[in-house]
């Protein structure tokens, strides 16, 4: 069973900066595992923020184009998003997820992913 656990939320001023990590643990299968970061404001969906295609390849949401970036360290498995220059419309809980569903090509929506972690709460004020 994958485990995720988000932590690095907290609150920053516009302009400032955070770097959001995801610990991942107990997957033991031989199938790629595909991760991403996705956000989500009260009121609103849940949205991708920086997905990884089958291809390998990274969508980023249109918003964070540029000022967020996804990376990966395989020792120990860490999954982490760092955000500069952030904006209060970037508040919402920051949620890691994962998939084993390698038939899919994008992997950008939030039913493409079946491991989520508890999520980090992220305030950016004006």
């Known amino acids: 069973q994958v485990q995720l656990v988000e932590s690095g939320g907290g609150s920053v001023q516009a302009g400032g900066s955070l770097r959001l990590s995801c610990a991942v643990s107990?997957?033991?299968?031989?199938?790629?595992?595909?991760m991403a970061w996705f956000r989500q404001a009260p009121g609103k969906e849940r949205e991708g923020v920086a997905t990884?295609?089958?291809?390998?390849?990274?969508t980023y949401a249109d918003s964070v184009k540029g000022r967020f970036t996804i990376s990966e360290d395989n020792t120990p498995n860490t999954l982490y998003l760092q955000m500069n220059s952030l904006k209060p419309e970037d508040s919402g809980m920051y949620y890691c997820a994962a998939s084993t569903k390698w038939w899919l090509r994008l992997l950008q929506r939030p039913e493409d992913y079946n491991y989520w972690g508890q999520g980090t709460q992220v305030t950016v004020s004006s």
């Open positions: 990884t295609a089958r291809s390998g390849s990274i």
């Open positions: 107990g997957y033991t299968s031989s199938t790629k595992l595909y």
